[in-house]
Structure formats: C-alpha cells, structure tokens
C-alpha cells in the first residue's frame, strides 16, 4: 500500500460529480455523502462537494475545483463527454477526473432485465476506466474486478443516513412467540427475469426455484411481504394478496416505508454469480437499520454476516428457525449488528472523514489525524 502524505491545514478541496443515477447508488454514494459533507468541519479544512446531472461546458466553471467525477458512466456519449473533459479542460485547468460505480457493469446474467444494456457497452466501460484518474468503488471484490483497467482505485464502503433512517428501534423486543411471523423481502426488480424476458424463455433470478416453492407451501404458515421486484412465479399469489406486495417507492419514503411494513425477519437471496460477488452488503445495513435479524446467502456481500446459507435448503431451515422463537431471532441481530455497527450510518465512527480521506488516496494524500 503506497504511504499517504498528510495535507497540512490550512488545505481546501472542492469537487463536482456528474451523477447518472438519481435513485439508487447515485443518492446512496454522492447525493448524501454530499449534504454530510458540506455541513461537516473539519479544524483547517475546507470541504464542499456538489452534482450535476448534465454536463458544463465552461472551462471557468472548473478553475477552482480540486477534481471532477462521473458516476456509473458506460454509454458511447458519455465516453465522448469524458474524452472531450479530457482533451479541451483537463490540459487547461489541471482538474484530474475520477470515476466512481457501485456496481459490476459487465459479466451481468441474462436473467437481469438491464443485461442487454449493459453487456453491449462493456467495451465502453473499460475505455473510461483507462482514462481516469482513479476509480471510487464499493466493495473489494469490485476494486478486484476493475483493476484490470485502472489500477488507481479505492473502496468507500456504503453507508446509511441516520438523521434519515432514525433510531434503530429492535423489533424482537416483547414480541410474542405466537404471533404469525412477517418476512420480508426488499429489492428492485433486477432481481428477477421480467414477464417480457420469460415471455422470451429467459427465466431465472435471485430466488431458486426450491424457495419459491417453501414461499408457496407456507402462505398460511407465515406472512411473506415483498417490497419492489418479485419473481413471475409468486405474481399470481401476489394479486390475490396472499403475498402481502408493497411496490417500489421513491428512495427518500423507503426507511419509513419500510419501518411500517414492521417485518420480523428479513431475507436477502443471492444467486451464485460474479456480478452478485461484485455487490455490497446494502441489505444487510437496511435490515440491521430496521431492527430486525435476516438470513443470507452465504456469499462475497455478506461473508462476514451471522446466519448465512449455502444452499436454499439450509437457508429454509434458518428461516424456520428464526420464525419458530423470538429469543433466536433476538441473538441473531444482536449478532448481526455487531457485524455491520461500524459501517451502518455515515455520520459514525468517522465514517465521514474516511469517505474524504478515500478520496485524497487516489491522489496519494489524506487529512491529518
């Protein structure tokens, strides 16, 4: 690891980010970080970030910042905005341009409705990693995965917004044995084939056919919610409201959202695959955010979690476990959250000063302690 040299205060660094992605890991890693950083001090430092969602062709607007960075960048126009950033503002202003992504952008399964898109500018992708500076990512699996084409790039974990989700309030907490289990499962669509990609043959997704089929034996048993994409197979149980359905909302609703589907158990299936290698541990943030346990898949995002499964049949017999007594229920999440407390909210542990200091590796520096 190369040694970082201490920026002595006082030192300013301002930064702008083109943000492709308004909804998911857009907010998630550069809209919020931003707001916290602007209203974070630190004694010397002056810090201010700031996005754009189309590009500025004014070299003075690029005078003053200390660098420019695209998120999730990957078609040919966008590739054509960063050569010509390259060639006509870089060479003028000294402004170096980063790129940041939260997910794997090629090596998608065909079951994924954004596949397609994505598989065909692979090659697009790869030549925008070899022109920038470096390259802000999620998970070390990912850094693995993009070196290849840039080997200037930095891990900045994900993180919640606690003055957004709240107080973590358990929810095993005088809960009677008796009453009917909830489980909850929450993700976007790209989980699942789409009706129009099964209506083509393509079928798969991040639930095996086997838990598709313990969700349909048990409806009676226990209360399974789904909130946002589902499989196909579960579509007609859903519209009969068997399954309890919540559809997808805008990201600022979704910790209240999700508190008031007051779900006990919470369950994040992964498919294995490379791209779902390349992902964060996000669920596992959201559910411990929640208060409640949940059971993974036992794979890269969520290695280090408590109650993870191997294979479906292991993962069924979790969740019966966890549905079966609230005392069980109760020493998984503590155990859960003993895994994930230092990462879960942006403003603790310095979580903060570490998304900055990232940032200031890839140019070899950091803030002083």
């Not at 992708?125 to 070196?147: H, M, P, Q």
């Amino acid at each position: 690891m190369k040694e970082l040299k201490v920026l002595d205060p006082p030192a300013s660094f301002h930064y702008t980010v083109y943000i492709a992605d308004f909804q998911g890991c857009g907010y998630i890693r550069v809209l919020l970080p931003i707001a916290l950083v602007n209203q974070s001090q630190f004694k010397g430092y002056s810090i201010r970030g700031s996005y754009n969602s189309t590009f500025i062709n004014d070299i003075r607007f690029y005078k003053n910042l200390t660098w420019v960075q695209f998120q999730r960048a990957y078609t040919e126009a966008h590739l054509k905005t960063i050569k010509h950033y390259t060639v006509n503002v870089s060479k003028v202003t000294k402004t170096p341009i980063l790129y940041e992504i939260d997910d794997l952008l090629f090596d998608i399964p065909k079951w994924n409705y954004a596949a397609g898109h994505y598989n065909k500018n692979a090659d697009t992708v790869k030549k925008i990693l070899d022109l920038v500076r470096g390259v802000t990512c999620s998970t070390e699996k990912l850094k693995e995965a993009y070196s290849e084409y840039n080997d200037n790039i930095v891990v900045i974990p994900n993180h919640l917004v606690k003055s957004i989700w709240g107080d973590i309030k358990v929810k095993h907490e005088n809960e009677p044995n008796e009453k009917k289990p909830r489980i909850l499962y929450f993700g976007s669509s790209n989980h699942f084939s789409t009706s129009q990609l099964v209506k083509g043959g393509i079928r798969g997704g991040d639930f095996s056919p086997e838990l598709i089929e313990f969700i349909k034996k048990t409806v009676t048993k226990y209360q399974w919610i789904i909130a946002g994409g589902f499989p196909e197979e579960l579509k007609l149980l859903i519209s009969h409201g068997v399954i309890e359905y919540h559809p997808w909302q805008p990201i600022l609703y979704i910790p209240n959202y999700l508190k008031q589907i007051d779900a006990d158990i919470g369950i994040a299936p992964l498919e294995q695959n490379n791209f779902n290698e390349c992902k964060s541990n996000i669920k596992a943030l959201e559910y411990s955010a929640l208060g409640i346990p949940a059971v993974y898949t036992n794979i890269e995002p969520y290695k280090d979690m408590k109650c993870t499964c191997d294979t479906t049949s292991y993962m069924i017999d979790r969740i019966e476990s966890l549905a079966a007594s609230v005392d069980i229920r109760k020493q998984v999440y503590n155990d859960q959250y003993e895994v994930v407390k230092d990462q879960l909210f942006w403003e603790e542990n310095g979580n903060i000063k570490k998304y900055i200091n990232a940032y200031l590796s890839l140019f070899g520096k950091k803030m002083r302690d």
